[in-house]
């Protein structure tokens, strides 16, 4: 299962991890993904969302 935000779309990013020496070696920050059971086309269903997609949805729905 790949590690996209079913809402948002985002995916992992890649950079370098530096060492005290500066020496550089490829690392990759992934997404925070949570279960969230949400409703898609009337039906519920259980999604991986990105806890940042979830806080800007929670505020969607306040604001509502």
Do not use: E, F, Y
Request: hydrophobic fraction near 35%; glycine fraction near 6%.
């Amino acid at each position: 299962m790949s590690r996209v935000c079913a809402v948002s779309g985002k995916k992992p990013l890649s950079g370098n991890r530096r060492s005290h020496s500066l020496r550089a070696t490829r690392r990759k920050w992934n997404v925070n993904l949570q279960k969230v059971h949400m409703i898609v086309d009337g039906k519920p269903k259980t999604v991986r969302v990105s806890a940042r997609a979830m806080r800007t949805l929670k505020g969607k729905k306040a604001a509502a």
